[in-house]
């Protein structure tokens, strides 16, 4: 089961039987609409919140995998999910209308796969034989808690990300046809003294580093064993931060095979600066766009390392620094 400090070996191979995945206007027009299970035109998404729109998300996430899976929510023993709103409401207040027992977490940014390692650890070791697990944001939402209001129209600086406006969840069984979750690292709280809130990327990339070290020492492989190694949302700032940790630490990895979901979700010419974030980013992005490729054959080996800042508008105001984690977890696909 432990392997190592932090690093869970899940034997069972706990199954991603199914996904959903919702997007807003902007990830419409970026460069993977065909991996979203469905778009909106709208932000509002004809609600009188951003708050409630995102909850809108999150139901159509959870609805959409339900139904693709053929699985009644009857048969969903729990839900593991949250995302960056005060006190996680949208996905507490999405939850209730399902009437699925529920964990709610809060890991910013890495709560998709803090939730996804959480879930496996439950199935495999017969907690549950079925759950749910996710993660979403909303670009004027989060920017309206964590910055200003986007009707400000205030200049951001291009080390600065675009929030994704999405919600992606996974429903993982103990038996199936599917990719399957086999181990997972949980991350330690890095926090290197960076105080900007428009920095995510490079204030989060130690901590992707330190996860990806600890996971490859403690699960007894090394880079070759992965096709592809993606974090989370350290856009093109953090990533390039991180490839240049990762070559100071004696892991040299090629370019092509360390990605950012952040890098994949728009396309070049929309203004997001750096990059994507919010935890709806790695959420969206694992759930629709990666593993569909991975059941397409291109890759068998994945390791997502979802990664997230750990401030809050009150720890920003009295000027504290900004400590950040990284989740680790691998998922496999054929010949397992």
Known sequence: MLSGHSTWLFKNGPVIISTGTVGGPFEARGKIPEDFDLLHDDIWL??????????????????????????????????????LINQITPTSFAIKTFGVPYLGLFGACSTSMEGLALGAFIVNYGGATCLMTGAS???????????????????????????VTGAGVAILKNEGEGPRVTS?????????????????????????????????????????????????????????????LLNKHGL??????????????????????????GAGCSATVVYGHLLNRMKKGEFNRLL???????????????????????????IEFGGL
């Open 46 to 83: 004809r609600q009188d919140s951003f708050e409630k729109a995102q909850k809108v998300l999150i139901e159509e996430a959870c609805q959409k995998a339900m139904e693709k899976a053929e699985v009644q929510q009857e048969a969903v023993q729990f839900f593991l999910g949250g995302d």
């Open 137 to 163: 944001s909303h670009n004027a939402a989060t920017e309206k808690q964590f910055r200003y209001p986007t009707e400000y129209g205030g200049q951001k600086p291009p080390t600065s990300q675009w929030t």
């Open 184 to 244: 997972a690292t949980i991350g330690r709280v890095i926090d290197m003294g960076l105080t900007d809130p428009f920095n995510m990327g490079g204030a989060m990339a130690p901590a992707a580093v330190d996860t990806i070290e600890i996971h490859l020492k403690e699960r007894g492989v090394d880079l070759s064993y992965y096709d592809l190694i993606v974090t989370g949302d350290l856009g093109h700032i953090g990533r390039e931060v991180a490839l240049d």
């Open 252 to 277: 040299s990895i090629k370019e092509e095979q360390f990605q950012d979901c952040g890098l994949m979700i728009y396309r070049e010419g929309q203004p997001v600066l750096s990059g994507a974030s």
């Open 304 to 330: 997502v390392v979802a990664t997230g800042a750990l401030l809050s508008p009150l720890t920003f105001q009295q000027k504290e620094t900004i400590p950040c984690i990284a989740h680790a977890v691998s």
